[in-house]
């Protein structure tokens, strides 16, 4: 999504991926290989005005050698909840409590690396011990809502948001993106996506996802790239999340972020009938390329000015999706 | 941009261009050769959902060898002025005066066959004394504007408008359009192409330019394809004339044409810096990888929504175009 954004900018793109069949092939050179061999990170970064990432797990040695952006630091902290942690309460961005702050049991111990989509968390009847290494512990939220907040900075310190998204997870994987969330605490999820993004000195779009709990946001984590729950942007907003994080990270002017109402639905493990979706009025439907598997985001759709009526229209079309 | 909008919808692409610098390359399989040779002809349908073209002077034998969607009828009338003209007639839409009910000179004479962009045509002082092989003589009409109907039918036979559009050429060449045009007479617009249309058993996007004469429309000439004209629907119809040539061809329901004011402005032989037209509020850039060379279409800019003041700043920003 962020080639077919830049493509019409006049820019062309390489990619590196561990797997040789990633969609991006299908839009650029595709290097097939792993994120941290060094040879072809030098191959990646030949002659490229940017190199930038979309998926956090990416080693952070790997980015700091292609002088990726967003750099270094955003990278770090989102690889590691406790550093992460840690990062917003130094900026006066509250959080869930952690570790020996705990008071309600059972409690979620989650490994402070390489967790995504709900992977390595588990209940702790409680009580906390003393830490297990390499995890922290987090009290359990009973969130309002989860919120994220979608946010660009360009290399000269610009800022710009886009309207608070509600989400909603499933089986720890998002199922659906609403914008904007109503009645939302917009000032105040940017006042911290502010401190965040001007702490890090960040370039690029970034989102930092929120538990809403009597009106009050906890940070839960950030993503120092583009975001599932930004995909509406595409057709939701003047400029979408791929656009705008392109220009910043090329240091053109950011794009306006004036959005309309919007629900993403994404489309997991299986896919829905092409012409059920386009059937919906409003529906905008993305497929990603991807091979079917169990829990897999194959693709999205984008519901825009969604009405009771278009959402039943929509869910009866993606009630026979199947693996395809 | 046919094939930027298909990719989402889960489609792959392959094109058959004489030019082995084509920027299509860059987004699908490219075949490099004539239109007509049958070998190439063959391996680019093979295997295809449907076949489509973009450029009305592919030959008609070509078309029929991959059973090109719209069908050869229309390809042959845009081939043709004397068959165009005839074809409006039959189906009692308005022309111009041509051959020997030509009473005003100097008229144009204009070759029947591959005219483009105002090639192949010439001004003849007249009168009239006999059919020029080859060529059709038609009264200048001292039109008030230029308008285009961007028109899209189905495999069922449904049938969808955008607004009518305004046009400017400069030298033969589009220069700009507007949309919607101001108090345009859309519903007799639509009357023509949905004659059109019908009687061609048309399948997918067509545009038919007219003349507005004193609010009466005279058709021009008639385009089986994507039309410069409909570029600004990427961003100012709810659905892009791409999107619903490609749902046309393939048999899938038609996207909605609800369009908002777009202001689309041709890049002529030259291209703006990117960061001066990306900091004009409303306006997207696309540019289309092609070398520079005088009067060759570079790309272009949609304004959405566009005001005096955004089209002021877009002319700036347009001002230090040069070969790039």
Chains 1, 2 share one sequence.
Do not use: C
Not at 20 to 46: F, H, K, Q, S
Not at 146 to 154: D, I, N
Not at 233 to 251: M, V, Y
Not at 254 to 283: D, E, M
């Amino acid at each position: 999504m962020l080639a077919l954004a830049g493509i019409p900018l006049g820019l062309s793109f390489r990619f590196l991926d561990p797997a040789p069949d990633a969609p991006a092939g299908e839009i650029g050179e595709l290097i097939v290989g792993a994120y941290d061999d060094p040879a072809l990170l030098d191959r990646l970064a030949d002659g490229a005005a940017a190199v930038t990432y979309e998926f956090e797990n990416v080693p952070v040695g790997a980015a700091q050698r292609v002088g990726a952006v967003p750099a270094a630091a955003a990278l770090e902290a989102s690889q590691d909840r406790l550093v992460e942690k840690r990062l917003f309460r130094r900026l006066g961005i509250p959080t869930a409590r952690i570790d020996d702050e705990v008071e309600a049991f059972p409690a979620i111990l989650k490994t402070r690396r390489l967790g995504y989509d709900g992977k390595g968390q588990r209940l702790l009847s409680g009580p906390w011990t003393g830490a297990v290494p390499g995890h922290v512990l987090e009290e359990r939220v009973a969130f309002d809502r989860e919120l994220s907040l979608l946010a660009v900075r360009g290399r000269n310190g610009e800022t710009r948001f886009w309207p608070l998204v509600e989400n909603v997870h499933e089986d720890g994987i998002l199922r659906s993106s609403r914008a904007p969330a109503l009645d939302a605490p917009q000032a105040a999820a940017e006042e911290y996506g502010r401190r965040l993004l001007d702490q890090l000195g960040y370039v690029g779009v970034l989102a930092l996802e929120l538990f809403e709990v009597g009106g009050r946001l906890l940070a839960n984590e950030l993503a120092p790239r583009v975001h599932n729950s930004g995909h509406w942007t595409i057709e939701g907003a003047a400029t979408s999340q791929f656009e705008n994080h392109l220009r910043a990270i090329l240091g053109l002017p950011l794009g306006s972020t004036a959005s309309r109402p919007a629900l993403l639905r994404n489309l997991i493990g299986t896919a829905p009938a092409a012409h059920a979706v386009l059937a919906v009025p409003g529906a905008h439907l993305h497929l990603y390329g991807k091979q079917p598997r169990p829990g897999r985001k194959l693709g999205h759709v984008t519901l825009v000015e969604p009405t009771p009526e278009r959402e039943r229209a929509l869910e009866s079309a993606l009630a026979d999706a199947r693996p395809r």
